[in-house]
């Protein structure tokens, strides 16, 4: 046989091996757990589906339904608010946008033999909201109610409370050890309101757990509730016992939390833009500089400059020092020395070093003005030897004092 014959017979083997699908590993569908008339009393619908069972619980809520301090209906004069300030900002949404607020609750904190048992989704529709919660019936009808969140099925905006780093992580886990089985998983817009609460309240709000935002900006406070840390007992022993009405204060403690998200996305929304003041002017001097580290330098003066005219003197040293960073940037050193100069009387010792570096650097190189340059050196070293213990950080400042001691000495020479 010629070569040529022998290649041409390779190239058909191979191709015969290529066409061959690769099958599925067979599924079993597990048996329904013993308590499901149980939980059924407890109001919980039971849902089938190809990969086994799960519970689900729907409420509906109208447009004009008060969570705390607002109507969940305020959530689309959010929305308006964004599409009228043509601010491109991480947190705006579009019209068009399919938005789902979105919460979990697990059985631990972290590792793969860690479940989620409790998927809540609160969606915004056209003239109501719809929560939905899906309930694991017990960790052997994982892909069912993996499958039945339909997260497979198109992109959405998804909302959270620390979901970047916590839920839709653990989702992820999930939905991997299940990937054989499961259609992939979409991905999804996500607008972390954790990460927006810790720039906004920065320094104002002791901790950042939702219960104390609710209480101390969204007029609710929850009655009856369980703390967060008992879910995964309450559900184990559901499971264990078939008792499920300890079980429905979980899902309430979910609902509750959704609602909320709603709720502090139209009061975080109404802080970012409206003017007027509502907060505490280091709750706005923390907006400003969010615009600032945004590159949003527009906005961020405006928030900026509010604060320092409107709230008392005490109050304002660092709205005046973001705001002499950013006249710094764009070379208007007059209005930043001003700036820096009001700052220094009220900051604290961190950006304080800062302030005086950045007039150091402007008498320097700016103003020519040696002396005072030299001033506010000797100043920053004064500062780093009774507060700080870095002798890298001593070490630069030194040789600024001394370049500017062989300046001032040469322009008397001159």
């Known amino acids: 046989m010629s070569y040529e014959n022998k290649m041409m017979q390779l190239k058909q083997m191979l191709g015969k091996k290529q066409e061959k699908k690769v099958e599925k590993p067979s599924f079993t569908k597990p048996d329904k757990p013993w308590y499901v008339e149980e939980w059924k009393k407890e109001g919980l619908e039971v849902i089938e589906n190809d990969f086994g069972m799960l519970f689900k619980r729907q409420v509906e809520y109208p447009q004009d339904y008060l969570h705390g301090s607002y109507q969940l209906k305020m ?19 579009d019209y068009d946008e399919t938005v789902v607020f979105f919460d979990t609750e697990t059985t631990g904190l972290k590792g793969v033999g860690t479940n989620i048992f409790l998927l809540g989704f609160l969606e915004v529709l056209e003239n109501k909201f719809l929560l939905t919660q899906y309930v694991l019936a017990d960790p052997s009808h994982e892909a069912a109610f993996l499958f039945e969140s339909r997260l497979w099925q198109r992109s959405k905006t998804i909302v959270t409370y620390n979901g970047k780093s916590f839920d839709w992580p653990q989702l992820e886990t999930r939905w991997t050890l299940n990937q054989q089985i499961l259609p992939k998983l979409k991905n999804m817009r996500q607008i972390d309101l954790l990460h927006s609460t810790k720039r906004i309240w920065k320094n104002n ?39 499920a009405s300890s079980l429905m204060k979980v899902l309430t403690h979910n609902e509750w939390d959704l609602l909320s998200l709603i709720t502090l996305y139209i009061h975080s929304t109404n802080l970012l833009l409206e003017s007027h003041s509502q907060d505490t002017a280091t709750t706005y001097t923390n907006i400003g500089k969010w615009y600032g580290d945004l590159k949003i330098t527009e906005q961020s003066e405006t928030v900026l400059r509010t604060v320092t005219n409107t709230f008392h003197e005490q109050d304002v040293g660092l709205a005046h020092f973001y ?3 950013q006249q710094k940037k764009r070379k208007e050193y007059d209005e930043a020395t001003k700036s820096f ?34 001033d506010y050196t000797l100043k920053g070293i004064e500062m780093i030897q009774n507060n700080d213990s870095k002798a890298r950080k001593l070490l630069d400042w030194t040789k600024r004092l001394n370049r500017l001691k062989n300046k001032m000495e040469r322009e008397i020479n001159n």
């Open 75 to 93: 959530f689309f004069e959010a929305i308006k608010k964004w599409q009228t300030s043509a601010i491109e900002h991480p947190f705006s949404i």
């Open 205 to 243: 709000l002791e901790r950042m757990k939702l219960t104390q935002v609710e209480e101390t900006k969204l007029g609710f406070k929850r009655n009856g509730d369980i703390p967060g840390f008992l879910a995964p007992i309450i559900y184990t022993d559901a499971v264990k016992t078939g008792n």
């Open 323 to 325: 705001l002499a960073v």
């Open 341 to 374: 100069q009001k700052a220094l009387m009220t900051i604290g010792n961190k950006e304080k070093l800062k302030a005086l570096e950045h007039l150091a650097i402007i008498y320097e190189h700016q103003y020519k003005d040696y002396s005072k340059a030299f």
